[in-house]
T-cell receptor
Framework: GAGVSQSPSNKVTEKGKDVELRCDPISGHTALYWYRQSLGQGLEFLIYFQGNSAPDKSGLPSDRFSAERTGGSVSTLTIQRTQQEDSAVYLC?????????????FGPGTRLTVL | GDSVTQMEGPVTLSEEAFLTINCTYTATGYPSLFWYVQYPGEGLQLLLKATKADDKGSNKGFEATYRKETTSFHLEKGSVQVSDSAVYFCALKLTGANNLFFGTGTRLTVIP
């Protein structure tokens, strides 16, 4: 079946602009995660959605970052007033449930470059 | 805090050599442990996992044993192939937590 998809695959933007990154999780997966992979910080957790529960935003690095998940499926990560340190690969993952060691399936990522 | 420490790379091996990538963790409670692999140009894929002490995860000839006494989850393969060239990430997930904690990744290059 289809895996996690993300768009765009690459995004180049100017400092100060807003960007939106999209994630389509695997159909039927109730949990959705955003991570960031950067050279200096490795892989960092950003935000997590589970069903209709309030998201876990504990990993968001600043209030310029926000995310939403519509209808329990597609998610959008928005970065406002982008800074050069936001340059990274943004990864989305989904899992069937929250519990136990459910496998997280990752998308190919969106490479964001802030000039 | 909770963390994963991984052997720093890069690691370069000849084909058919034995591979070990060390991973140790610090966690409150009893985490589940994972190895993820990222092949060139591709996304992260789960390689193997173990959910409790003494469990052994295995896949594609790779193995890792959950050692609670040494808080380790070292990845091993008896005979690597060129196609194993990738970046390998060790990760943990605490019971009741939402997210994975990842190590910094180890780049493996296998030469013919």
């Amino acid at each position: 079946g289809a895996g996690v998809s993300q768009s765009p695959s690459n995004k180049v933007t100017e400092k100060g602009k807003d960007v939106e990154l999209r994630c389509d999780p695997i159909s039927g997966h109730t949990a959705l995660y955003w991570y960031r992979q950067s050279l200096g910080q490795g892989l960092e957790f950003l935000i997590y959605f589970q069903g209709n529960s309030a998201p876990d935003k504990s990993g968001l690095p600043s209030d310029r970052f926000s995310a939403e998940r519509t209808g329990g499926s597609v998610s959008t990560l928005t970065i406002q007033r982008t800074q050069q340190e936001d340059s990274a690969v943004y990864l989305c993952a989904s899992s069937l449930t929250l519990f136990g060691a459910d496998t997280q399936y990752f998308g190919p990522g969106t490479r964001l470059t802030v000039l | 805090g909770d963390s994963v420490t991984q052997m720093e790379g890069p690691v370069t091996l000849s084909e058919e050599a034995f591979l070990t990538i060390n991973c140790t963790y610090t966690a409150t409670g009893y985490p589940s442990l994972f190895w993820y692999v990222q092949y060139p140009g591709e996304g992260l894929q789960l390689l193997l996992k173990a959910t409790k002490a003494d469990d052994k995860g295995s896949n594609k000839g790779f193995e890792a044993t959950y050692r609670k006494e040494t808080t380790s989850f070292h990845l091993e393969k008896g005979s690597v192939q060129v196609s194993d060239s990738a970046v390998y990430f060790c990760a943990l997930k605490l019971t009741g937590a939402n997210n994975l904690f990842f190590g910094t990744g180890t780049r493996l290059t296998v030469i013919p």
